[in-house]
């Protein structure tokens, strides 16, 4: 690969930026994490709302009834998408390049003590400053990823939710 005359990337604003992708990437882990756990509190609360077999021909009766063991049923579907898609946010990532200076998996790392260290000091500032920078992008797909994930997973809740409080309006009312 040919080097660029300079590429000169400024170590404070490499270690902002990981420190900032860090930050969200934990951040995203949070909220999935707390809505994987709501999400699934709430399939076990819908489970047990719907009718038990004796009671199954009483609400097939009753179209309104019918209605709300079809949201509750939907609640329960949605729900187990949502924490399934918390669970897959927070799932590690294993992304980077197999011969970096950077990547915790890079082969680099499993050279012995001597080995390692030589080449580590004879990585030239191009090339290690290269690495960061295509750390960065990793660490920026990543979080990109875990994002997108977790937006479907709340809008999953969300449609979830909905649903579960029109059935409990329908138990209220009906």
């Known amino acids: 690969m040919d080097q660029p005359a300079e590429l000169k990337i400024s ?3 490499v270690s902002f930026e990981r420190e900032v992708l860090h930050d969200n990437i934990s951040l995203c882990d949070q909220k999935s994490g707390l809505l994987m756990a709501i999400s699934s509190v709430l399939v076990v ?8 077999p004796q009671t199954v021909v ?9 209605l709300m063991d079809i949201l509750y049923a939907v609640g329960i579907l949605g729900f187990t998408v949502a924490a399934y898609l918390g669970l897959r946010v927070v799932a590690p990532r294993v992304r980077g390049h197999t011969d970096d200076h950077i ?7 499993d050279l012995p003590e001597k080995e390692f260290l030589a080449r580590i000091h ?37 449609f979830s939710f909905a649903s579960v409080v029109i059935a409990e309006a329908i138990r209220v009312f009906a």
């Open 58 to 66: 009483q609400s097939l009766s009753s179209p309104l009834l019918w």
């Open 103 to 109: 990547y915790w998996m890079s082969r680099l790392f």
């Open 45 to 52: 609360f819908c489970l047990q709302s719907l009718p038990i």
């Open 122 to 158: 004879a990585a030239g500032d191009w090339e290690l400053e290269r690495d960061m920078a295509l750390h960065l992008k990793t660490l920026a797909t990543i979080c990109r990823s875990k994002y997108r994930v977790f937006g479907w997973a709340q809008y999953v809740a969300e």
């Open 11 to 13: 170590n404070a604003y």
